[in-house]
């Protein structure tokens, strides 16, 4: 089994079925229409933000994220990681009646824990929501910029990427450059080619959250192998959600073959019935990628993450 680490998995997403029906229960919410058969029910990008976001709304305390961060970190140390960032949203926890300082510090609290259970190392990289509107990501950025919690490392923008230019979040990311986080942002997974193209001109990120459509382009993905840019590619997520229709039309092989430098991750796993340990498995069944590819991507995510030149020493 590969040693793994994992750079882009969003924290709400990684709620089991399980613990959101627990959560449902504690605070008096009827999940019977989102969750069915042990999994989450959605049928598209749009009712898949949507139910998201209802699972986010059952972590509403302290002790709520506190469980998550640990019940997700213990799991992925079990699965052989050794590293991850987590994409956290203030915006959620503020939605479900959290202030940002508190989630913070009760998801601190669940990394700690599992690194004392498990070894695993973890940082946060905060989360501007763009269909949430330029505003909410600034102050997401703002906030990232203020808090300097040891362990938010980074600063990026999820959401609905048919929302919006690029260009409009210019000064969320500089605020959040300026305050020395590392930056990443999603694009060319609900937008084409030129959604890359648009966030490497104007956001300036080291790495790309998918960016695996830039496949549309060559000069692009030229580009990106000659900048190094790093790619957090997320493969079972990209088929559960149709932006490829099976793993055989994944451009992953052909993004490394072309000398991008690419990670694996598993998004929302529960969402997408998948795990990085499954992603990994995946990849290695579908591409016939060996031991040293598999510990590539590993090792490029370790390179990659925005954690502190100490710890990633240790880790590497
Ligand atoms: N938020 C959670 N998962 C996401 C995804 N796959 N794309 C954009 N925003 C997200
Ligand atoms: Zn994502």
């Known amino acids: 089994m590969p040693i793994k680490a994992e750079l882009h998995c969003h924290i709400e997403g990684a709620a089991s079925p399980d613990l959101a029906v627990s959560q449902a229960r504690k605070y008096n919410v009827d999940l019977s229409a989102l969750v069915r058969d042990g999994g989450y029910v959605w049928h598209d990008f749009t009712s898949f933000l949507a139910a998201y976001d209802v699972v986010a709304g059952l972590f509403r305390s302290e002790d709520d994220y506190v469980r998550l961060a640990d019940h997700y970190l213990s799991s992925l140390a079990r699965d052989g990681a050794i590293y991850a960032e987590l994409f956290v949203s203030p915006d959620h926890a503020r939605k479900a009646g959290l202030s940002p300082e508190a989630y913070i510090r009760a998801l601190a609290e669940g990394m700690q824990r599992a690194a004392a259970k498990t070894g695993i190392e973890s ?67 609900f937008g084409g080619w030129e959604s890359v193209a648009a966030a490497l001109d104007h956001l300036r990120p080291s790495r790309i959250g ?88 590993t090792q490029t995510a370790v390179e990659a993450a925005f954690v502190d030149r100490k710890t990633r020493a240790q880790l590497l």
């Not at 990501?137 to 362990?151: D, K, Y």
């Not at 409009?168 to 060319?188: K, W």
């Open 123 to 189: 940082r946060m990289v905060v989360t501007g929501v763009r269909h949430f509107g330029v505003e909410a990501v600034e102050a997401a950025a703002r906030f990232a910029a203020r808090s300097r919690h040891p362990l938010i490392a980074g600063f990026g923008m999820a959401g609905d990427e048919r929302v919006g230019d690029m260009e409009d979040f210019v000064r969320a990311f500089e605020i959040a450059r300026e305050a020395g986080l590392g930056i990443t942002v999603h694009a060319g997974e």
């Open 210 to 297: 998918h960016g695996v459509r830039a496949v549309e382009n060559t000069d692009l993905v030229k580009r990106i192998a000659d900048e190094g840019v790093v790619l957090e590619c997320c493969p079972g997520s990209n088929i559960a959600l149709g932006v490829f229709p099976s793993l055989a039309d994944h451009p992953l092989p052909r993004l490394l073959q072309a000398g991008c430098r690419v990670t694996l991750n598993s998004d929302d796993p529960p969402f997408f019935r998948t795990s990085l340990a499954g992603e990994y498995e995946a990849t290695r069944r579908a591409f016939g990628f060996d031991e040293r590819t598999l510990t590539s991507f």
